[in-house]
């Protein structure tokens, strides 16, 4: 090898080691450093391509099915078996489907979880999964339009309600004087503080601390809905997984309604609850048995928001430290999605026998 040669060979030698390292360095430096890849995505729906069809004909010759995509695009795992979903917006009797409870209150075709996104070990999101909800239910079932006098479009709308769960994790900043706080102490004790939220429809923001004495302190937040999208309470009675399915868990009856729409279920806690650090916690409007760790409650949101404000007790005897509080948002999320279908009426039969859909005449 020339001399020519040689030296450019090792100048690309020396190109391709710095750039390597320069990626080692990066996926060593990469990790990331928030606990939620954040968002305010739940389950969102779709109808999978051609199903239903965008045109039909009538006369029972055409067969078809509506499946719908559920894609977990949020942050909180869920069960199959807690998502319910109705297709409404047409007489099921005019696709020969006598039995409604074949479009109503059905569970996904699979009975499996479906995750959320989440990260790798190394920060890579992972997409969440995909499942699938097929229409009429049953065995080779499907639509078939029966005669109309015309063309007819017929509304497929998709009703979906999902359990859905949103975290939030803040910190607390906690002083051994709280009232004289010197320049150089770790934290600030009074002031707006950073709350990460899990991707989710309804967000925990605009996280608060303040000083109410020198051993108690005040926080507080908001609970907004960010999502285009109905929330309606969730416990063991209105859980889409009950008995009652999609009308016991999103009522759409306005005397039913009323009770559990726009309610969150909250609880908040600091992490590892058994920390003696902070005791009593207790949030105004929170009225459920808890602990002296915990506060617990349901809360109605107001204009797509409710504002939360809190005490905390600390021990006498401390560090200074920031201490992770985590807070759980839980609910039932109603949402939906609709495909128009054409049905096209057939023709007739002429003197040739042949029957010509009437919008091509």
Do not use: W
């Not at 991707?199 to 960010?226: C, E, H, M, W, Y």
């Not at 949030?283 to 409710?306: F, H, M, P, Q, W």
């Not at 021990?315 to 609910?331: F, G, P, V």
């Amino acid at each position: 090898m020339n001399k020519r040669y040689y030296v450019i060979a090792l100048f690309i030698s020396l190109i391709l080691l710095v750039s390597a390292c320069k990626q080692s360095g990066a996926a060593a430096g990469s990790a990331p450093r928030t606990p939620f890849i954040g968002g305010t995505a739940g389950v969102t729906i779709n109808f999978l391509k051609d199903n239903p069809p965008p045109e039909v004909t009538d006369s029972d010759t055409f067969d078809f099915n509506a499946i719908v995509s559920l894609k977990n695009e949020g942050e909180f795992n869920i069960l199959s078996s807690q998502i319910k979903v109705d297709l409404i917006g047409f007489d099921p009797a005019d696709f020969n489907i006598q039995e409604v409870a074949r479009v109503l209150n059905q569970n996904p075709d699979d009975n499996i979880g479906l995750n959320g996104r989440r990260r790798d070990a190394e920060g890579s999101t992972i997409e969440g999964e995909t499942i699938y909800v097929t229409f009429p239910k049953g065995n080779n079932a499907f639509f078939k339009a029966k005669q109309f006098s015309g063309n007819t479009e017929f509304t497929f709308r998709a009703n979906v309600c999902y359990a859905y769960q949103t975290k939030a994790v803040g910190k607390l900043c906690i002083l051994r004087d709280m009232i004289n706080v010197r320049d150089n102490s770790i934290c600030k004790p009074t002031g707006s503080r950073t709350i990460y939220s899990s991707s989710a429809p309804v967000q925990v923001t605009n996280f608060r601390q303040s000083v109410i004495g020198q051993n108690k302190l005040s926080f507080s937040f908001d609970i907004s809905l960010s999502g285009n999208v109905e929330i309606f309470r969730d416990n063991v009675d209105t859980n889409p997984s009950s008995g009652g399915g999609i009308d016991a868990a999103c009522p759409r009856i306005p005397s039913q309604r009323r009770p559990v729409e726009n309610k969150v279920k909250v609880e908040v806690k600091h992490v590892p609850p058994s920390d003696p650090i902070i005791t009593n916690i207790k949030c105004g409007g929170l009225d459920l048995v808890g602990t002296e760790r915990s506060a617990i409650g349901v809360v109605t949101l107001i204009n797509n928001k409710r504002t939360l404000t809190c005490t905390a007790e600390l021990a006498q005897t401390r560090t200074e430290l920031e201490k992770n509080l985590e807070i759980t948002l839980s609910y039932n999320v109603l949402d939906n999605n609709e495909k128009k279908v054409l049905v096209k009426h057939l023709a007739d039969v002429s003197a040739t026998g042949i029957s010509i859909p009437s919008g091509d005449i």
